[in-house]
């Protein structure tokens, strides 16, 4: 099985890193892994992945201060996970360009899609970063600037929702979700964002349903 592209993990929470790492290689992606700043910086230089996860605060170097060397020497596209949700935070990752935000408590299941969809935006789309990323997560909202932005990141979310359930490539996720349209006379947008709540409501404790 060929590997879905490089992602660079950064947690300074060995527990949190492993579980990261060991989902994220078992979803198929070749995964590099790093418990803080300074060595996520190196292994950035030397494996040049296509995307990295980057936890917020960690002693040393923050997530921001790799995020930006990643932006600003390497053109790396990056995306968030942290349990920080204030307004100064969501500000900063807005100025970074973070392609995504994942607003811990969060668990592989729901990260997975989330990185694939970033996977799928970065080869859609040259530019990767965006200066509005969605936030997805506990009491989360999408953080975008027009109805526009919401809607492709809906349906780069729902690509990578099936390209992980089913396994399937890119164009096949792609065909898979456009086929779902044709069969309800929906558009594109409105499958794709009801495909994103079915996957959100099925991962909530059932106390919460």
Do not use: W
């Not at 900063?92 to 607003?103: D, M």
């Not at 997805?136 to 109805?147: D, E, H, M």
């Not at 947008?189 to 919460?208: G, K, M, N």
């Amino acid at each position: 099985m060929s590997s879905k592209g490089k992602i660079l993990v950064v947690d300074d929470d060995r527990l949190v890193l492993a579980t990261l790492t060991y989902g994220l290689a078992q979803a198929g992606f070749e995964v590099i892994d790093a418990d803080n700043g300074d060595d996520a910086i190196l292994l950035a230089r030397e494996h040049r992945p296509e995307l990295a996860l980057l936890d917020i605060r960690m002693e040393g170097m923050s997530g921001f201060d790799v995020a930006a060397y990643l932006r600003e020497y390497l053109q790396i596209p990056f995306m968030f996970l942290s349990a920080f949700a204030d307004d100064e935070t969501v500000a900063k990752v807005k100025e970074l360009g973070a392609v995504a935000y994942l607003v811990k408590p969060l668990d592989i299941h729901q990260i997975v899609p989330a990185v694939e969809a970033a996977f799928a935006k970065r080869g859609s789309s040259p530019t990767a970063s965006i200066a509005t990323p969605p936030m997805i997560g506990t009491a989360a909202a999408t953080i975008a600037t027009s109805p526009a932005d919401v809607l492709d990141q809906v349906s780069a979310m729902a690509v990578g929702i099936l390209m992980h359930r089913y396994s399937l490539s890119r164009l096949q996720a792609l065909s898979r979700l456009q086929a779902l349209c044709e069969n309800e006379s929906r558009s594109l947008d409105d499958s794709a964002r009801r495909l994103v709540e079915a996957t959100e409501l099925l991962a909530l404790p059932a106390s919460l349903k």
